[in-house]
């Protein structure tokens, strides 16, 4: 998954990893209830690491491109 080379796993929730939506409510219901779990998530770092790719630099290089500019 392209996400997980991106976004630290322990900064979200993803449904990918659940095997029924009842399961990734029970997960939030889970962190809502516990104050450390929640704040763990809430302050993990989003990234693995600087995703240049997203830097809106490049966003602008990469539209200019396709757009012929």
């Known amino acids: 998954e392209m996400i997980r080379k991106y976004f630290n796993p322990e900064s979200y929730i993803n449904i990918d990893d659940y095997d029924s939506m009842q399961s990734v409510v029970d997960r939030m219901i889970e962190i809502n209830n516990d104050d450390d779990l929640f704040e763990s998530m809430v302050n993990a770092k989003p990234f693995i690491e ?4 997203f830097h809106p630099e490049t966003i602008a290089d990469w539209l200019c491109e396709k757009l012929s500019l």
């Open 50 to 53: 600087d995703p240049v790719e």
